[in-house]
């Protein structure tokens, strides 16, 4: 994404967020432009009737790796290096970088995203309510 994409896509999320009404254009503008942003990193063709859907799930992802790290991979280098997503594995800094994850296909990759994210959730809102889990 440019620097103009990026502008104008926070532009269009302060008009979201101030609940201001926003014409069919905008909606559709905002959506792809989200979705340009979201699947950076992903080098691999995602499904085309869940693209959206996945390509949010991989932005998230990143979003949590940075905040709640990973058991095999130093905070300071992901969040320096960046998350890449590639067809058999996930990968710090770029597909010959540092593995997190390795996986058989990206089918695989991606319920492990999506479990991740939820799994993410759960400590968030368990920490949020100050819940127990046993």
Not at 30 to 47: A, S, T
């Amino acid at each position: 994404m440019n620097k103009k994409q990026i502008n104008r896509l926070k532009e269009l999320d302060l008009k979201a967020e101030s609940c201001k009404p926003s014409t069919t254009e905008e909606i559709n503008e905002r959506n792809e432009l989200e979705f340009l942003r979201n699947k950076q990193n992903i080098n691999f063709r995602l499904p085309t009737d869940e693209k959206y859907y996945y390509a949010w799930q991989c932005y998230i992802f990143e979003e949590n790796i940075k905040k709640f790290g990973h058991y095999n991979t130093p905070m300071d280098e992901i969040k320096t290096k960046g998350v890449s997503f590639n067809k058999h594995s996930i990968n710090i800094g770029g597909q010959y970088g540092r593995d997190i994850k390795r996986f058989d296909d990206k089918k695989e990759l991606l319920g492990f995203v999506v479990g991740f994210n939820e799994m993410c959730q759960i400590i968030s809102y368990n920490k949020r309510t100050n819940t127990k889990v046993s």
